[in-house]
């Protein structure tokens, strides 16, 4: 009877796992609505008028959300070691604990229970604020659609080359700021904006990225040139992640193509194909 109502508890919480889909789905619908009303209360309880009119609904409700997080929290840990890599009864539980779905979940939670034991008597409104965290549980609760693998799995596939795009843009960040500090730091007007290397890389990324401020901007000759050149490398650069993730959809798309139209004549199920097989036919 236990290992079958744990059975049934982590199937009702888990979209992923084929059960009564009925009540899963009915539970991660109301879960989904929940977390959508708290962020909304959130962004109302911010207006003092509504604040100051509705208080005691915007505390009740955060507490029934809480409760109802709380036990569904719980209950994902107490059910967790079902699964195989969570096995052990102690181990398992502790180890589901800290991955990634679970500190979600524990976000959703933890700022209420830092205000209720920390909060008494000072004002944590920030700590309050933590409660925005919530809206962390959509993904959570939707890391299992389609849609969701596979903007996943893009990422999880093209891992090294955003990486490496990434250090690459550090390179150029660093490498801009550097010019520019040595351009600029002389100059009578500017010398105090440019003050500093780790002062000019402000500078540097709102540049490179395209936002333009206006707050730092170079007066001397050679660093508006040199500027306009960091400015056409910085365009060039920023689009490679963009080109990056794009080949990476597109890749992605043409693959679940392929799937759907080559299935197992026996089972039905999707054939995974591997360029070769699929030039070879």
Same mark, same amino acid.
């Given at each position: 009877?236990?290992?079958?109502?744990?059975?049934?508890?982590?199937?009702?919480?888990?979209?992923?796992?084929?059960?009564?889909?009925?009540?899963?789905?009915?539970?991660?619908? @109301?879960?989904?609505?929940?977390?959508?009303?708290?962020?909304?209360?959130?962004?109302?309880?911010?207006?003092?008028?509504?604040?100051?009119?509705?208080?005691?609904?915007?505390?009740? @409700?955060?507490?029934?959300?809480?409760?109802?997080?709380?036990?569904?929290?719980?209950?994902?840990?107490?059910?967790?070691?079902?699964?195989?890599?969570?096995?052990?009864?102690?181990?398992?539980?502790?180890?589901?604990?800290?991955? &990634?779905?679970?500190?979600?979940?524990?976000?959703?939670?933890?700022?209420?229970?830092?205000?209720?034991?920390?909060?008494?008597?000072?004002?944590?409104?920030?700590?309050?604020?933590?409660?925005?965290?919530?809206?962390?549980?959509?993904?959570?609760?939707?890391?299992?659609?389609?849609?969701?693998?596979?903007?996943?799995?893009?990422?999880?596939?093209?891992?090294?080359?955003?990486?490496?795009?990434?250090?690459?843009?550090?390179?150029?960040?660093?490498?801009?700021?550097?010019?520019?500090? @040595?351009?600029?730091?002389?100059?009578?007007?500017? #010398?105090?904006?440019?003050?500093?290397?780790?002062?000019?890389?402000?500078? &540097?990324?709102?540049?490179?990225?395209?936002? #333009?401020? #206006?707050?730092?901007?170079?007066?001397?000759?050679? #660093?508006?040139?040199?500027?306009?050149?960091?400015?056409?490398?910085?365009?060039?650069?920023?689009?490679?992640? &963009?080109?990056?993730?794009?080949?990476?959809?597109?890749?992605?798309?043409?693959?679940?193509?392929?799937?759907?139209?080559?299935?197992?004549?026996?089972?039905?199920?999707?054939?995974?194909?591997?360029?070769?097989?699929?030039?070879?036919?």
């Amino acid at each position: 009877m236990y290992k079958v109502t744990k059975k049934k508890v982590h199937g009702l919480l888990h979209p992923e796992i084929v059960g009564d889909k009925h009540w899963d789905k009915i539970i991660n619908i @109301f879960i989904i609505v929940l977390i959508i009303l708290n962020v909304i209360a959130v962004i109302l309880e911010t207006v003092q008028a509504l604040h100051d009119q509705y208080s005691d609904f915007f505390y009740y @409700f955060d507490l029934i959300s809480v409760i109802i997080f709380t036990i569904e929290y719980l209950l994902r840990v107490w059910s967790s070691n079902h699964e195989e890599k969570y096995k052990h009864s102690f181990w398992g539980r502790l180890k589901y604990m800290f991955s &990634a779905g679970a500190l979600i979940d524990l976000l959703a939670i933890l700022p209420f229970f830092l205000h209720l034991f920390f909060g008494l008597g000072i004002d944590l409104r920030e700590i309050r604020m933590l409660r925005l965290l919530r809206v962390l549980r959509l993904f959570r609760l939707t890391a299992y659609t389609d849609s969701a693998h596979m903007i996943a799995n893009v990422f999880k596939k093209r891992a090294k080359e955003l990486a490496i795009s990434f250090v690459l843009a550090i390179f150029l960040i660093i490498i801009a700021s550097c010019i520019m500090y @040595f351009a600029e730091h002389r100059h009578p007007e500017n #010398g105090e904006k440019f003050s500093s290397i780790p002062a000019t890389l402000w500078w &540097a990324v709102v540049t490179l990225t395209t936002t #333009g401020y #206006g707050d730092m901007y170079p007066m001397t000759a050679i #660093g508006k040139l040199m500027s306009g050149m960091i400015m056409l490398t910085g365009v060039a650069f920023f689009a490679i992640p &963009a080109g990056i993730l794009s080949a990476g959809f597109m890749e992605e798309f043409r693959k679940r193509r392929v799937n759907k139209t080559h299935r197992c004549p026996h089972c039905g199920e999707s054939i995974e194909m591997d360029d070769t097989h699929q030039e070879n036919h």
